[in-house]
């Protein structure tokens, strides 16, 4: 079974502070996103990563940076954390496109993470 | 312009009743895909199924089905036979090519409650 973990459930921290949310995966998958959940606006991509190294911007991502050092991780940074950053947010990973499957994302659990 | 439109914000069905949530989707790219998620109240994010945009058949998975209507840019979940544990949001997305990537994009959500 594809496992995604993500290094928190829920995490409050103070405005101004540098966050960071970790998100593991274990099936040795290309391509990795980070997405932020709010009610009523559904699930919007922050950036995502196609390979070690590598991002790409998503629809949000102002505010936000990320980091892929190896393949396995990737890692969402919030420079200087504000309270309109507080959001559930969730890590998918997946396949490369031309692979069996590739459609498919797994999920992580999420991190609900409050700044006060 | 919103990607992708889901109009029902709540929807209420009979336990033993069919149900259909409505999606509709805008794009240029002539190779995309569609696809559902289930997130129950646990938060996890659930793969229902997939449709490509050149496949001919509706997509059909056990007691969920796909009603793709490309001229229409409709794609329409039917979940047959409802039962409690169907109760969650449920999520329409597309992907679509992006550069050398695929790129997907969430609806709104329709929570969708199933009555005993």
């Known amino acids: 079974d594809v496992k995604v973990t993500q290094s928190s459930r829920y995490l409050v921290k103070r405005t101004g502070e540098k966050v960071f949310l970790e998100c593991v995966q274990d099936?040795?998958?290309?391509?990795m996103f980070w997405y932020r959940q709010d009610p009523g606006l559904g699930l919007r991509l922050i950036y995502f990563?196609?390979?070690?190294?590598?991002?790409e911007k998503g629809d949000i991502p102002e505010g936000y940076s990320v980091s892929r050092e190896k393949k396995e991780r990737f890692s969402l940074i919030l420079e200087s954390a504000s309270t309109n950053q507080t959001s559930m947010y969730l890590c998918a990973s997946s396949l490369p496109i031309g692979q069996p499957s590739s459609y498919e994302q797994y999920f992580g659990p999420g991190t609900r993470l409050t700044v006060t | 312009a919103q990607k992708i439109t889901q109009t029902q914000p709540g929807m209420f069905v009979q336990e033993k009743e069919a149900v259909t949530l409505d999606c509709t989707y805008d794009t240029s790219d002539p190779s995309y895909g569609l696809f559902w998620y289930k997130q129950p109240s646990s938060g996890e994010m659930i793969f229902l199924i997939y449709q490509g945009s050149y496949d001919q058949q509706n997509a059909t998975e056990g007691r969920y089905s796909l009603n793709f209507q490309k001229a229409r840019k409709s794609a329409n979940l039917v979940i047959s036979a409802s039962q409690l544990g169907d109760s969650a949001m449920y999520f329409c997305?597309?992907?679509?090519?992006?550069?050398?990537?695929?790129?997907?994009?969430f609806g709104r959500g329709t929570s969708l409650i199933v009555h005993p």
């Open positions: 990563s196609y390979d070690v190294k590598m991002k």
């Open positions: 099936m040795d998958h290309e391509n």
């Open positions: 997305a597309m992907r679509e090519r992006s550069g050398g990537s695929y790129i997907p994009t």
